[in-house]
């Protein structure tokens, strides 16, 4: 017994939508968008460093090293209950930075000190912690550029709060005379 074209093509569809509607009821696929990541910014001002030698110079003959951070690796992951919307997101950081030697140098090697901070809607630090990359400078190697270790965070969500809600700042930890270094240089 032969179907004819028009009936194939009718049982073809049926067939079709009845597995399409079983898939649905199924809730194999999320029908909402992806969950926002909070958004990862690098402060201008905390951006760059220059160590100079100890002492009183500051010329081009004195520093020891220079870096930036060049950039943030990131992904995020959602582990909320969709009713309630309590839980937490988990976001994987890893900060990438380059560096140069500079004529001071004599341990073929800088340690970066950066920060990674979460803040909330308010601009309040939730948290914040410090870490140290190790930068070498192999044989004559003048630049290199690093990727740090990846960084685990844990932001708790409640109430309707999502990525959207927090903000992460990563940036160079400075002091005073390194700040007023970057300002002098971006006036420039």
Request: contains cysteine; charged residues 25%.
């Amino acid at each position: 017994m032969q179907i004819k074209k028009p009936v194939k093509t009718i049982l073809v569809g049926l067939i079709l939508s009845i597995g399409l509607t079983a898939c649905g009821s199924m809730n194999i696929w999320r029908a909402e968008k992806p969950e926002p990541c909070p958004r990862i910014t690098v402060l201008g001002n905390a951006s760059e460093i220059t160590k100079f030698k100890e002492g009183p110079g500051r010329d081009l003959i004195d520093v020891v090293f220079s870096a930036e951070i060049s950039n943030v690796l990131n992904l995020c992951k959602y582990d909320v209950d969709y009713d309630s919307r309590d839980g937490n997101i988990h976001v994987q950081l890893s900060t990438i930075i380059a560096g140069k030697r500079g004529p001071a140098d004599k341990t073929h090697s800088a340690t970066i000190p950066y920060f990674v901070a979460i803040v909330d809607q308010d601009k309040k630090i939730l948290q914040k912690s410090n870490f140290n990359l190790k930068l070498a400078f192999p044989g004559n190697l003048s630049q290199n550029e690093v990727k740090d270790e990846v960084v685990d965070l844990t932001i708790p969500v409640s109430k309707g709060l999502d990525g959207r809600d927090f903000e992460i700042y990563i940036g160079l930890q400075l002091n005073r005379e390194q700040i007023a270094y970057n300002l002098r240089q971006k006036q420039r």
